[in-house]
């Protein structure tokens, strides 16, 4: 099947694009660019497949939303994503890219003491990121 670049893809990209840094229920991005856009804004239906078209084709990375069984979606700033895991801020939704030789390294040391093949295009590790803990222990009257 031929891949073409739709009016409505070229606004899903460019929305994502304008909001990297922030992950979307599908729910909250048909919302978000319906509210920006007004009435060129893509329809739900079209926003939910181009969307899992864009994971399919790794432009778009899905991860389960903390405490549920939710997806949240974010556009992958980077094309060589697939080559090194991502850390995910639970605090802010900060996506963080390991780079490729400490994710090859952990990726060696989980298979040489368990003999498990992890999957880098599907592995996000959990956490808060330096500026949340930063601002955290600020709140906390704790120094840096």
């Known amino acids: 099947m031929a891949e073409y670049h739709t009016q409505q893809k070229t606004l899903l990209l460019d929305y994502l694009s304008q909001h990297s840094e922030k992950s979307f229920s ?3 991005l048909t919302d978000a660019m ?3 856009l007004g009435d060129m804004a893509p329809g739900k239906s079209t926003v939910y497949r181009l969307v899992n078209r864009l994971v399919d084709e790794g432009t778009v990375k899905r991860f389960t939303k903390e405490g549920s069984r939710h997806s949240l979606y974010q556009l992958v700033s980077d094309k060589s994503c697939h080559h090194h895991l991502h850390m995910k801020c639970t605090e802010c939704g900060k996506l963080v890219h390991m780079n490729d030789e400490q994710s090859d390294a952990i ?4 298979y ?4 498990f093949a992890v999957n880098q295009d599907q ?7 330096a500026d949340c803990i930063r601002q955290r222990t600020e709140q906390e009257g704790e120094p840096t």
């Open 26 to 28: 599908m729910e909250s």
């Open 34 to 36: 319906k509210t920006s």
């Open 107 to 110: 990726i060696r040391q989980i």
């Open 112 to 115: 040489g003491s368990s003999d």
């Open 123 to 129: 592995t996000t590790l959990y956490g808060s990121c």
